[in-house]
């Protein structure tokens, strides 16, 4: 028996290409093949390959001098170049359609990907808008709470300053050991007790030269 190598080339449902060359078993696959993508079985169409390109050979033909003076070659040939191009075709037309349905749904999906990622995003911000604002409402309260407390013992203005001075100092601490969103938040916080401070000192500068 001839062994003929056979080039086959399929299109999946799923619309991964793949192709190899197989040397038939009895006109078939030797062997199950499926996509390396989805999986699915393409034994058969593989076969169906086979069996149109099988066909599509010439036969072997014990050619005598007194056959070859009466037969062209021309027409031995025209109808299984004729076969061979109309399958050629075919896998053409199919992987031309699994293009453009690719090139469809990447379309489809861009408007909607885009609009995703924009509500994401607007989200994202509108978050940390009011964790800036929750962060900065509790430094004021905070701030109001010191004062409220010193002031309710009558501690002097410079124990005031040496307490503000301290909760900086565990403040800058802390911010060595956070992330950089909360690293952000602290900072605020510091940055409104250090405004208290000089608020504080000012005062305290004012009521020494009105005495």
Known sequence: MMHVIVPV????SCGQKYAFDVYPLNGCMPSPIKCPVCGVDGTAVANEIIAIV???QPS??????????????????TPVNAEVETWR????????????????ARASLAPH???ML??????????QRRELLKAQEEAALEIAAMIRRFDSV????????????????ELEKELSALNEENRELLKLKIEMIRHQLEVERVHNRIAFTAN
């Open 9 to 12: 080339k399929i299109v999946c």
């Open 54 to 56: 099988l066909k599509a």
């Open 60 to 77: 072997p033909l014990i050619l005598r001098p007194r056959l070859l003076t009466q037969q062209s070659p021309a027409a031995e040939v």
């Open 89 to 104: 075709k075919r896998a053409f037309d199919a992987e031309r359609r699994a293009d453009q349905a690719q090139a469809a």
């Open 113 to 115: 990907l885009a609009q």
């Open 118 to 127: 924009k509500e994401t995003v607007v989200q994202e911000l509108a978050m």
């Open 154 to 169: 009558q501690a002097p203005l410079q124990e005031r300053l040496r307490s503000y001075e301290t909760r900086i100092q």
